[in-house]
């Protein structure tokens, strides 16, 4: 059954704190992607990458970084937890191509930062 | 720039009735639709895509979607709605590059016994 594991189902953190997300997939997908989910909002791209040390900002990466050292694993980095970084966090994967697209998605991470 | 709409927060609908879930989008390009679904603290799942083709697009748990063109709609439908469909769902929309998909705001359906 094919996969993308979050770490952490839930983690309580402190402002100023320096918060990891690991996201490991095990389809040997190219794509990979970093969204965060608030109520109203909807799902908001923080970061992607499609390959191997490559990233790519989205939609509101400040406050963020990314890192992708190996195809299966893409970690968010919060270098300086602030309260409203307190949020869902949903790590997805993708094959690259055009008749695709699909993502899957872990169970996601939420953080509360106090 | 991709946009996508759900222009209801929330839908109610009896059990055993057909239940729609609206959706409309702005892409340049032929768009690639998508609807997700997700249960309670879960993750997306997917449920169905159009990318070309068929304009009704068949997809997991009876649901299915028809794709209009002239409307810039992808509306979600089901025949006749089941308590477990009660979930909030999501619309999303790419362009036809290898770019990120697009979310709507989601909407929360209600089936009720």
């Known amino acids: 059954d094919v996969k993308v594991t979050q770490s952490s189902r839930y983690l309580v953190k402190r402002t100023g704190e320096k918060v990891f997300l690991e996201c490991v997939q095990d389809?040997?997908?190219?794509?990979m992607f970093w969204y965060r989910q608030d109520p109203g909002l909807g799902l908001r791209l923080i970061y992607f990458s499609y390959d191997v040390k490559m990233k790519e900002k989205g939609d509101i990466p400040e406050g963020y970084s990314v890192s992708r050292e190996k195809k299966e694993r893409f970690s968010l980095i919060l270098e300086s937890a602030s309260t409203n970084q307190t949020s869902m966090y949903l790590c997805?994967?993708?094959?690259?191509?055009?008749?695709?697209?699909?993502?899957?998605f872990g169970e996601g991470s939420r953080l509360t930062v106090l | 720039a991709q946009s996508v709409a759900q222009p209801e927060d929330q839908v109610n609908v009896a059990e055993g009735n057909p239940l729609t879930v609206k959706c409309t989008y702005s892409?340049?390009?032929?768009?690639?639709l998508f609807w997700y679904v997700q249960y309670p603290n879960r993750g997306l799942q997917f449920l169905l895509k159009?990318?070309?083709?068929?304009?009704l697009v068949k997809g997991s748990y009876g649901f299915e979607a028809e794709f209009n063109k002239s409307q810039t709609s992808f509306h979600l439908k089901k025949p006749s709605a089941l308590v477990s469909d009660s979930a909030l769902y999501f619309c999303a929309v790419r362009d036809g590059g290898n770019t990120p998909l697009v979310f709507g705001k989601g909407t929360r359906l209600s089936v009720i016994a």
């Open positions: 159009y990318i070309t083709g068929d304009n």
């Open positions: 997805a994967s993708s094959l690259r191509g055009l008749n695709t697209g699909e993502l899957f």
């Open positions: 389809m040997d997908h190219e794509n």
């Open positions: 892409v340049s390009g032929n768009p690639y």
